[in-house]
């Protein structure tokens, strides 16, 4: 017990200052994200609660390397060993003094973060804290042991440090380059399609090593599976370290390693991870390339050895070994190209199918769709289903093993990518991520689950959403209001609110351009977040004329923000931007939204006008001229506009904005919808096909 | 009381007994006079107190001193006799002595004077350790 | 008492000690000499259980002392080279030492720091050398252990220090009947203080004496004769040596000195010398006596 509490004390110098950088860090990060302008985007995985800790979990290597420093002075370790403690007494305090440092600190930096979580409003998953924190102790003591291990090994820093490496890095490196080489050479096979064991996000270590360049790992690195793989090696490691520390002699001091065998085993190992980087990209091991690494690891292997032993003689006779471990990358790098063989050619028949599980389009991200939540449940099991997976399947591989790497020949905007798992009749589950040519063709086999008809209509319950955005403009109780309304006016017609699995708009106008029409225009979005069960979800839902209820609710809300005056005010701008006064800095854009314009089929459609004029764009005097004459004279009419929340008839939404480049001022009018006359709505008409004629020159 | 000559050649622990002794025969320690303890003899002198406390037992087996329990040492009853009695030995370098000076012819006369010289200034302190041997006796 | 049987330890192949034998009786100062690399600082090492012996024990009243708590909180060891943490002061240094020894007595601590004149709040780093040993024997006091080792400490300590030191580890020999271990090359420096002498050498304890006893049953002899004489009028004593130069002869004689002035003056010498010998005559006159052993015994494999 005195023990531990000398080590807490010695251990002050490290325990202290990490501790202050990593709060005051995640205080000033956390504090930014959360009470910031784009909240939705702030937590969206539980390892990004805190980033900083997966740094700090770094630190486990300088407690240990503190902790035991007089392993690596003759002088100290001799007073050490000379006091009334036992070689375990000695390690376990430090064990015990370091658990406490850095468990604290992880726990007062999530706790820090949780504070303004609640303080912020912002939505959170609560399970993520715990959980984060469990994860981030066992992470930090893996680096610990691993680092005490090295240290219990080693008798100067830097074999400790090698060992310490070897230890930490060379197992998941492996790993990483072996689950690295498949992903380079099957482009059907992404980093989510690898099983468990080949996964790096398994392990902690790599991990977040490897999160930093994937983005696609970061929301599935924390997770009580991960954690709890992980706990067995930290828990070996912090028996073994034990175990070595107790057997370690006090003349080891000073002295590299001491032992012959793992001075050998650590530069075969070092030279290995080395000469594995030849699967990083697809490389031939009798390439210029391969020559030029199998000279490097040979240098790796000579001069560690030199430097941990300076014993010629033994470097001389370890050559065997640098043979030995050429052949085992060698080996590794069949291996790979076995198991991509094996990849490859797994194309199962329809009849050997099971089901298909479609894990979601939007899997890679960070946080998923509510629709991805409900989807990746369903197991499909029509004969239909099969027959067009397994035939998409069959026809990526045969493409790829024609041309060696994977496209279409033509390229159509209803193409997709998706990940899907397919679970054979034997039992065994392949995952592989494949293009669907047509994304409305896989939609429709899909309609044919029921369950999947229910759940691109679910919305997530109210109380499972934390926040809500419409626009800047409105409160909260004005975005609530219009969720709600979207939400029963869409469950009421059957509606699919998520822009993925709708019918897509197939609609070309007279001049061949894609245009939504009718019910498919779009007003406005709304975007959700929240969690349901220990998943963050969003949604960016989209506001359209099919739900023509909340369409006019929404042009009631905006149009209670219409200033007074507001003509007046754009009068004056544009009086001011038509004046030599306007500076080049200074500018004008009016938008105006054209919504149920009728075309010759008798459709209607959505038209976009923008005008834009500043200063700077007035040195163009053919450009200026035309912007300022289409100004006025949309204006002219534009003035004689009514509010109005009648979806039936055209109208416009309206808005627009002055900008000073010099002095920032920044003038937003709301925006706000207005109808007109029947003649100015004619008058409207003529006027937009005379600008868009007048601009295409 | 003592003092240790640390860079002569004799042995602590013979000076040790040879100072006692000294002591003794001048009447400086009385029979009776306790000896100061090991501890603050090692102490005064920072001599080992292992060779100092092999000194006292020396002494002791000698019958110079005796140990009271509880108390110390103090110097024994027959103390002046006993190291008179050894005192005896040095007669024989007195022999020793003389032969030299025979042989270097001085006259035994001048020897002999020598001696008395001696005697006559222990009169002063001779008449007491008859007076005490008369006591004891 | 401290028992190393047959102690060995090797390093790299070379053993730095072989079969080392000796006792160490509590409450004496014991002092083990040897040459640089004799193997006093490994001896001292495997006795205070910072070492494992390769072969053979060293055992404290028969219990293996490596790795054994209970007795190692009897021992206080005090190296040539005063390790500190970093930054530390002593009385740092102190509360790591009473994190280990259940009878550390801080009051005992900050006085003797006070007696010897150290500042306990002042980093270590700054310290002299000799400094540094202080500060190492102040903890190595406080420790309430009841065995020291001193591993070539002294040897560093200026006479005054020296002194101190000394005056305090005998208070505690007396009083506690503590046992002191110190190591040295010089044999001057152990001479004084200490009351057995060990010598190492080729690893091993080739002599193990007290040193009393060496002091007094030695002694040099010179005698000389009017007359032609050879080494048999030494007959009846036992010669360790002699040398003759003319008329005038030296001996070293082991035994009784009045006994043997007797004898020799009885052969009517005109000279007659007996001289005290210093302990190292001692030890080189011991040392030849074994260096032929050792030679006869290889030479005889």
Not at chain 1, 366 to 384: F, K, M, W
Not at chain 3, 216 to 239: N, R
Request: a negative charge.
């Amino acid at each position: 017990m005195k023990m531990y509490k000398e080590t807490l004390r010695k251990l002050i110098p490290i325990g202290v200052p990490l501790a202050l950088i990593t709060i005051i860090y995640t205080v000033i990060t956390s504090g930014q994200n959360y009470f910031g302008t784009y909240v939705i985007s702030a937590s969206q995985a539980a390892i990004r609660l805190a980033p900083v800790l997966v740094y700090y979990t770094l630190s486990g290597i300088l407690f240990a390397y503190y902790g035991f420093s007089y392993l690596f002075r003759r002088a100290a370790s001799d007073l050490y060993h000379s006091l009334p403690i036992s070689r375990f007494d000695l390690y376990l305090s430090t064990t015990l003094a370091t658990a406490t440092w850095m468990g604290g600190t992880i726990v007062l930096n999530l706790l820090a973060v949780l504070g303004l979580l609640l303080i912020s409003g912002c939505p959170f998953v609560p399970v993520y804290i715990p959980m984060a924190m469990l994860f981030f102790f066992v992470a930090s003591m893996l680096v610990y042991a691993a680092a005490a291990v090295g240290c219990a090994l080693s008798g100067t820093l830097l074999t400790a440090l090698a060992s310490t490496g070897i230890v930490l890095f060379v197992p998941r490196f492996i790993q990483f380059i072996v689950a690295r080489g498949v992903v380079a050479r099957v482009p059907i096979v992404g980093w989510l399609d690898l099983p468990a064991l080949l996964n790096p996000a398994s392990n902690i270590a790599t991990g977040m090593v490897v999160m930093q360049s994937r983005q696609v790992f970061v929301s599935r690195i924390i997770n009580m599976p991960n954690t709890l793989y992980s706990m067995l090696p930290m828990l070996v490691l912090l028996l073994l370290g034990a175990w070595l520390f107790i057997r370690r002699s006090s003349e080891t001091a000073e002295k590299g390693t001491g032992r012959k065998v793992w001075i050998i085993a650590t530069a075969s190992l070092l030279a290995l991870a080395a000469l594995l980087l030849i699967t990083v990209d697809n490389h031939r091991l009798l390439s210029m390339y391969g020559v030029a690494l199998v000279a490097i690891a040979f240098l790796v292997f000579v001069v560690y050895q030199f430097i941990a032993s300076r014993n010629i003689k033994q470097i001389l006779f370890s050559t065997p070994w640098f043979l030995l471990t050429c052949a085992v990358a060698f080996a590794l790098s069949l291996g790979i190209d076995a198991t991509v063989e094996n990849i490859l050619g797994k194309t199962p028949a329809p009849t050997e199918i099971a089901s298909v599980q479609f894990r979601g389009h939007d899997e890679k991200m960070d946080n998923l769709e509510y629709t991805t939540v409900l989807l990746q449940e369903i197991d499909y099991t029509a004969d239909s289903m099969k027959k067009y997976v397994s035939e998409t399947l069959a026809d990526a591989v045969d493409r790829i093993k024609e041309k060696d790497f994977y496209a279409f020949d033509v390229y159509s905007q209803y193409q997709t990518i998706e990940p899907i798992a397919i679970t054979l009749t034997s039992g065994e589950t392949i995952k592989r991520t494949i293009e669907f040519k047509n994304v409305m063709e896989l939609n429709a086999l899909r309609e044919e689950d029921p369950f999947f008809q229910a759940a691109i209509r679910a919305f997530p319950t109210l109380d499972s959403i934390q926040y809500i955005n419409s626009d800047i403009l409105l409160t909260k109780e004005e975005s609530l209001a219009l969720l709600t309304s979207f939400i029963s006016e869409s469950q009421k017609n059957g509606l699919v609110p998520n822009s993925y699995y709708r019918p897509r708009s197939q609609y070309l106008d007279d001049r061949g351009y894609a245009l939504e029409v009718n019910g498919d225009q779009t007003v406005g979005r709304i975007s959700i977040a929240g969690y349901v069960a220990d998943k963050r979800i969003y949604e960016y839902y989209t506001l359209r004329m099919e739900t023509p209820e909340t369409a006019a609710l929404m042009m009631r809300t905006y149009n209670a923000y219409i200033k007074e005056g507001m003509f007046d005010r754009l009068a004056q701008a544009l009086k001011h931007m038509a004046s030599p006064l306007a500076i080049e800095r200074e500018s004008l854009s009016v938008n105006l939204d054209f919504y149920n314009l009728t075309n010759q089929r008798g459709d209607r459609y959505t038209q976009s006008v923008n005008l834009y004029i500043s200063g700077y764009t007035k040195h163009d005097e053919a450009y200026a001229d035309i912007y300022l004459t289409y100004l006025e004279k949309f204006v002219e009419i534009i003035k004689r506009g009514t509010p109005t929340d009648n979806t039936d008839r055209m109208f416009v939404r309206f808005d627009w904005f002055e900008y000073d480049g010099t002095s920032h001022r920044h003038e937003q009018e709301p925006a706000c919808y207005l109808a007109f006359s029947q003649e100015d709505e004619l008058a409207l008409q003529a006027l937009i096909i005379e600008w868009q004629t007048a601009t295409m020159v | 009381m003592f003092h240790i000559d640390r860079f002569g050649r004799q042995p602590i622990y013979e000076q040790i007994i040879e100072q006692a002794l000294q002591l003794v025969a001048s009447g400086v320690l009385k029979p009776g006079d306790q000896l100061p303890s090991v501890r603050s003899l090692s102490q005064a002198l920072s001599t080992n107190p292992n060779t100092l406390q092999k000194a006292y037992t020396e002494l002791e087996r000698r019958g110079i001193t005796m140990s009271v329990p509880g108390s110390g040492r103090f110097i024994a009853n027959e103390a002046q006799r006993l190291v008179a009695v050894g005192m005896e030995g040095l007669l024989l370098e007195v022999t020793a002595l003389s032969q030299k000076l025979a042989a270097a012819a001085i006259p035994e006369s001048k020897v002999q004077a020598a001696v008395h010289l001696a005697y006559s200034k222990d009169k002063l302190a001779a008449p007491e350790a008859k007076a005490s041997a008369e006591k004891d006796t | 008492m401290i028992t190393a049987k047959n102690l060995t330890k090797r390093f790299s192949d070379v053993a730095a000690l072989h079969n080392l034998n000796c006792q160490i009786p509590n409450g004496c100062v014991y002092g083990l000499v040897g040459a640089n690399g004799a193997g006093k600082s490994t001896f001292l090492r495997l006795a205070t259980g910072v070492y494992k012996p390769d072969e053979g024990d060293i055992t404290l009243d028969g219990t293996p002392v490596f790795e054994n708590i209970t007795l190692k909180k009897r021992f206080a060891f005090v190296s040539d080279e005063f390790w500190a943490m970093p930054q530390s002061s002593m009385e740092r240094m102190a509360s790591l030492y009473s994190a280990a020894y259940d009878a550390f007595d801080h009051k005992r601590f900050t006085s003797l720091a006070k007696e010897f004149g150290l500042d306990t709040g002042r980093a270590i780093a700054t310290f002299s050398k000799g400094m540094r040993r202080q500060a190492a024997t102040i903890l190595a006091l406080s420790t309430g252990a009841d065995h020291y080792f001193f591993d070539e400490t002294f040897d560093g300590l200026d006479p005054v220090m020296r002194n101190l030191v000394k005056q305090l580890l005998y208070a505690q020999v007396v009083d506690t009947g503590a046992t002191v271990i110190i190591s040295s090359h010089s044999l001057r420096e152990l001479e004084d203080t200490c009351d057995q002498l060990a010598l190492l050498y080729q690893g091993g304890i080739v002599m193990q004496s007290d040193v009393s006893d060496l002091k007094t049953s030695l002694f040099k002899l010179q005698i000389a004769f009017g007359h032609d004489f050879d080494k048999t009028v030494f007959d009846g004593l036992e010669l360790l040596s002699y040398t003759r130069q003319g008329s005038v002869a030296n001996a070293v004689v082991r035994g009784d000195k009045e006994k043997s002035r007797a004898l020799m003056q009885q052969q009517n010498p005109i000279l007659l010398e007996i001289l005290p010998v210093t302990l190292e005559e001692v030890f080189l006159f011991e040392m030849e006596a074994l260096g032929y052993a050792f030679d006869i015994t290889q030479g005889g494999n």
